[in-house]
């Protein structure tokens, strides 16, 4: 049986079945002549009649990518085009590098950050005890260095620190204010700081000042029972010529008469403010947790203090009498307790202190409802109005509800009143007629109250643009976040120099700026050997100006007319402080650069998340 049909050569195919073996087919097989009769096309032709040597050739003209076959001269043409362009990139990258470029230059810093640079300063030149090396003041000295040690009922170290003003006394009542009110600009605005530059030297400024209220007290124990209040003298008796850091006009680095140590028993006032302080510098440097956890630690320790009613007493670090009656008199200690405990609520996260300063009768006691000439006028003897705007902040960012929601309501409306005292339309404050803000009602000195007061102004208006709201209201009046920014500029410009005696009150600012600051330091020549305690009246009563230029200080400031007295003895105008210039560098960094530039979130690293509970029901009713 057989069958035929196409082989591929085009020919029939013979399917043959029979009994024969395959053997005997292989052997007989003969070959299939209809299929070699056939005639070949020209394709298969060329396939049986191509020897080895033409199928190499024809091998060699193409290049087999897997998927493609392509012609071996456009592969090469192709590869060599890659090749080449690479190489003239590279060198025209090269070319490119090599020429200079010229960028166009940053913009210049604007006037807020080129005097922030300069206040800061003012910290370099009042330091005590073994100056750093790089503190970039020529003419100041290690100075004080017996501090401490040298008074016989004390016999501890207490070298460091800053001294207050143009003077050598150490007061830590507002030299804590100082440091709580740098750390509190530095967490708001750190930013700022490191795109000014600054940002280290401030850093380094608070830890100058934390690290010596660490000495003041035993920061290691649990509880203490007394505070070093004072180093240094001022007393003025009568007749009196028994050297003192009011007597004596002489350079720090010269003293040698003793310097008496100062410690309270009672005094929840300096106590609050010390606990502030420490816990403000805690969250400054939380990125360095052994130091942070130091300061909390010694924050708790004089908080302890602070809250120990059998330690409060009369409630006042300055008896009537003393150096800090005349010149830091505190006049009430429940302000220090609701800003002590807002800045540990902060600093730990524990609602036991949040509880605390928003009990309704400590801020009775504090002074919230009592309206009056000064309210709202924030200063080292007044931390009310700064514990208010910080308890706002709390409310407009993380809302804690209930139980703390109706106090805190209760702030933020009285912090929004403070903000309309401080505009022209309401007149709770007069102003000269260059524009300055009495707040302390044409008293002498007044310029540190009016730069807190523009701290104040710009932080509560950068809260209320990063909580998205455009402004507050006073009464039935509603005034946009720009009109507070627009007073702080205002007055801040004023103290820069916009007034009309062109006078700028930040020394080393400007071309005309005070030449006869009140400072001991700045006043007398480094050299010219020893001068002994009244060597230095000379200098004191010399109508020539500073021989020492103190960058940055900004001075008490011009009277309530405008006028001012460039006088050396006279240190209602000429007098620079730590806290007016711890003012003056959180109102110049608030307002400097573009935007808010506000930092959030780490003002509350500390805070656990809220999860507010619920108002209790309401009671049953009854028929």
């Known amino acids: 049986m057989s069958m035929y049909g196409r082989d591929p050569w085009g020919g029939p195919l013979e399917i043959c079945h029979d009994s024969a073996t395959d053997d005997d087919r292989s052997r007989n097989m003969d070959l299939d002549r209809a299929a070699l009769s056939r005639t070949l096309d020209e394709t298969q032709q060329s396939w049986l009649l191509a020897g080895p040597g033409d199928q190499g050739r024809k091998k060699k003209r193409y290049v087999d990518l897997g998927c493609l076959l392509v012609s071996r001269k456009i592969f090469l043409w192709t590869v060599g085009v890659l090749v080449a362009a690479a190489a003239l990139a590279g060198i025209a990258a090269g070319i490119a590098q090599a020429i200079p470029r010229h960028h166009s230059p940053p913009p210049p810093p604007d006037q807020y950050t080129v005097a922030l640079r300069k206040a800061l300063m003012f910290f370099n030149a009042q330091k005590s005890g073994k100056l750093p090396k790089h503190n970039n003041v020529s003419w100041r000295g290690d100075s004080c260095l017996k501090d401490g040690r040298s008074d016989q009922s004390f016999r501890r170290d207490l070298s460091g620190g800053y001294y207050d003003a143009g003077d050598a006394v150490k007061f830590n009542f507002p030299a804590a204010f100082s440091m709580t009110l740098l750390s509190w600009s530095v967490i708001e605005y750190s930013a700022k700081y490191e795109a000014a530059g600054e940002l280290a030297h401030v850093r380094d400024t608070i830890k100058w000042g934390a690290d010596y209220l660490l000495k003041t007290f035993n920061s290691t124990a649990d509880t203490i029972d007394r505070l070093v209040a004072q180093v240094g003298s001022a007393a003025t008796a009568p007749g009196s010529t028994q050297p003192n850091d009011q007597y004596c006009w002489m350079r720090p680095e010269e003293i040698e008469y003793p310097r008496p140590v100062l410690e309270c028993h009672s005094c929840p006032d300096l106590a609050g403010e010390m606990a502030a302080a420490l816990a403000a510098a805690s969250i400054v440097f939380k990125d360095n947790r052994a130091y942070s956890h130091k300061l909390l630690h010694g924050a708790t320790t004089v908080w302890k203090f602070a809250s120990d009613r059998n330690k409060r007493g009369s409630g006042s670090y300055s008896p009537r009498g003393s150096d800090a009656a005349k010149f830091y008199n505190s006049t009430n200690y429940f302000d220090e307790a609701v800003w002590g405990g807002t800045w540990m609520y902060l600093a730990t996260g ?274």
Not at 380 to 387: E, S
Not at 496 to 501: A, C, I, P, T, V
Not at 597 to 619: E, I, Q
């Open 350 to 623: 524990n609602s036991s202190y949040l509880q605390r300063v928003t009990d309704p009768k400590l801020a009775k006691k504090a002074g919230a409802y009592s309206g009056g000439p000064n309210y709202g006028v924030f200063s080292w003897n007044n931390k009310l109005p700064g514990a208010q705007v910080l308890l706002s902040r709390l409310r407009l960012f993380l809302s804690p509800g209930y139980p703390y929601e109706e106090m805190l309501r209760t702030f933020h409306n009285q912090t929004s009143i403070i903000m309309c005292s401080y505009l022209p339309v309401f007149k709770s404050f007069n102003r000269t007629k260059g524009g300055l803000i009495q707040l302390n009602h044409g008293m002498p000195q007044p310029l540190q109250y009016v730069t807190n007061a523009a701290f104040l102004a710009t932080v509560f208006s950068d809260y209320l643009e990063a909580a998205d709201t455009p402004g507050w209201y006073c009464g039935p009046h509603f005034y946009s976040i720009e009109v507070l920014r627009s007073f702080a500029r205002t007055q801040i410009e004023y103290i820069l120099g916009k007034n009309h005696l062109k006078m700028s009150y930040v020394v080393g600012y400007g071309k005309h700026y005070p030449m006869h600051v009140h400072h001991r330091g700045a006043s007398i020549p480094k050299k010219g050997g020893h001068r002994g305690c009244t060597g230095g009246w000379h200098w004191r009563d010399s109508k020539k100006a500073n021989p020492n230029i103190i960058n940055g200080a900004m001075v008490a400031g011009p009277n309530r007319h405008d006028g001012f007295k460039d006088a050396r003895k006279n240190r209602n105008y000429t007098e620079a402080t730590l806290a007016g210039n711890a003012g003056l560098v959180a109102a110049l960094v608030a307002l400097s650069g573009e935007g808010h530039g506000l930092d959030k979130n780490t003002m509350f690293s500390a805070v656990p998340p809220m999860f507010p509970s619920p108002p209790p029901p309401p009671a049953p009713w009854k028929p």
